[in-house]
């Protein structure tokens, strides 16, 4: 993954990242954004994958359900956001649209996609920090704005 600073301005930094053919999407984020400290920051790509995981949250069980793609896929939509964790350590949330050769789409957060051949991400980053807490009922960190 390449990157570069479109934008730099009252705390508010804007970055082009661009993924090439066999990076891991959801480790070079997480990495981008604890080498640059990230706390808030939002995001979107387009772009296409030759494997993805995908997960479904079950209400029930409070748990994830894995959707693997093991075929080439178009990003018909990618967004998320990025927040400092419960560990202070950058967290990176990610939902992706995958568009499949035959119009077909599957949809869920993304756990892991390996790219082909590029995801082109803008990347904004504000000057605001975005803090997730421990949430009781369902287990996950969710952001809570004090």
């Known amino acids: 993954m390449r990157s570069k600073v ?23 984020l997480q990495e981008f954004a604890k080498a640059k400290g990230l706390t808030a920051a ?18 029930s069980t409070k748990t994830y359900l894995p959707i693997r793609v093991e075929e080439q896929t178009e990003v018909a939509s990618f967004t998320g956001d990025i927040a400092q964790g419960p560990d202070k350590q950058p967290v990176v949330h990610v939902h992706a649209v995958l568009g499949r050769r035959d119009g077909s789409a599957l949809a869920g957060h993304l756990k892991e996609a390996k790219v082909r ?17 421990q949430d009781t009922e369902t287990g996950l960190a969710l952001i809570r704005i004090d």
Not at 6 to 27: C, K, P, W
């Open 6 to 28: 479109l934008h730099n301005a009252a705390g508010q930094r804007t970055y082009a990242l661009i993924f090439e053919s066999g990076d891991e999407v959801m480790s070079c």
């Open 42 to 59: 939002s995001f979107k790509a387009i772009g296409a994958f030759e494997t993805a995981t995908l997960a479904f949250f079950d209400w």
């Open 117 to 133: 051949p590029t995801l082109e991400v803008i990347l904004i980053e504000s000057p605001q920090h975005l803090r997730k807490h």
